[in-house]
């Protein structure tokens, strides 16, 4: 599992990816994106889900956040940001440092 990066979304957001040696899975919604996600944790260390699919799955992205690996991450789509992925980090890091350091709210 030594240093595999994945990512999961839209064909138009995640093509770029692919052409830099990312492995790539299509999901348009997020009943196939939860099922790609189950699959691929078993063999990737960073998975990156676009925002308008980690939105409405972050009570079921919570179960990685007890392990090691894979740690998931929120990115933009070809749409831009929704603040989603944001938010994410600052929660993380309150958790982690109890206090927000880059953001400073």
């Not at 996600?37 to 990737?44: E, I, S």
């Not at 919570?62 to 831009?80: A, H, M, T």
């Not at 940001?81 to 994410?88: A, C, F, N, R």
Request: hydrophobic share 45%.
């Amino acid at each position: 599992m030594t240093g595999k990066i994945a990512i999961i979304g839209d064909g138009d957001s995640i093509m770029v990816f692919r052409a830099a040696g990312v492995a790539t899975f299509s999901a348009e919604n997020e009943a196939k994106a939860r099922d790609v996600l189950r699959k691929v944790a078993k063999d990737y260390q960073i998975i990156f889900l676009t925002e308008e699919l980690a939105k409405p799955l972050t009570e079921f992205l919570k179960r990685f956040d007890e392990q090691p690996y894979p740690v998931v991450l929120s990115i933009p789509s070809k749409n831009g940001s929704t603040g989603h992925g944001t938010e994410l980090l600052k929660n993380a890091m309150e958790r982690a440092l109890g206090v927000d350091i880059l953001f400073n709210n």
